[in-house]
Every structure is written in C-alpha cells, then in structure tokens.
C-alpha cells in the first residue's frame, strides 16, 4: 500500500526557517505532482505548492518569494523549505502525491500531516 510520510515540523520563531519532506513509499504508479497542503485550526485545507514532474512550479500566493517546493524523484521525496515564516503559517501540513496514467485521472494520496507552528 501507498504510504506518505512528513517530517521536519516544529516550532519556530517568526521570520525562522523550517524545511519540510515527505517520502513515499508503495506501489505508486507514475507520480504526475508532489505537493504540499495546509490546515489551520477552523480553516479550510489550502494548497500550499506543488511541482509536477517537469519542475514546473505552483504556489499560493501568501507564500511566493517566501516557500520554495523541490522535489527528488529517485528517492520519491517532495520537500517544502518554508523562509521568512509567519504566525499565519501556522497548520498542519500535509504532503500530497498525484498519480496515474492519465492527467484527468489520477490517483490522490495523503501524509498523516505534520505540525509547523510559527510563534514568539
């Protein structure tokens, strides 16, 4: 079975850095897109970023210029390094794998997400 695991979630103070990553491991038929979601407490879950096979690169606007998405696919692992933080990053994070033969059907999986919490 397809499993999804982040680490690298933690406290931090406001303006630190923290570097996210998630493995996957299973049988995983071709990977289209790696990317991360995020959860607030009493708040939607909202993409993050995400990176398809070619490298192209996707984010949210709240964090442009300050979240950079990479991806290594030998080692089927996706990793968020989150600059600049803010309390507003404050959620659980969640690593995402899109998969499948086709770009209109694929495959969704999910990590168990991991806590960032940005704070004084």
């Known amino acids: 079975q397809v499993q999804l695991v982040e680490s690298g979630g933690g406290l931090v103070q406001p303006g630190g850095s923290l570097r996210l990553s998630c493995g996957a491991s299973?049988?995983?038929?071709?990977?289209?897109?790696m990317g991360w979601h995020r959860q607030a407490p009493g708040k939607q879950r909202e993409l993050v970023a995400t990176?398809?096979?070619?490298?192209?690169?996707n984010y949210a606007d709240s964090v442009k210029g300050r979240f950079t998405i990479s991806r290594d696919d030998a080692k089927n692992t996706v990793y968020l390094q989150m600059n600049s933080l803010k309390p507003e990053d404050t959620a659980v994070y969640y690593c995402?794998?899109?998969?499948?033969?086709?770009?209109?059907?694929?495959?969704?999986?999910w990590g168990q997400g991991t806590q960032v919490t940005v704070s004084s």
């Open positions: 995402n794998v899109k998969s499948g033969a086709y770009y209109y059907r694929l495959d969704d999986y």
């Open positions: 990176i398809a096979n070619s490298g192209a690169t």
């Open positions: 299973g049988s995983i038929f071709s990977i289209k897109v």
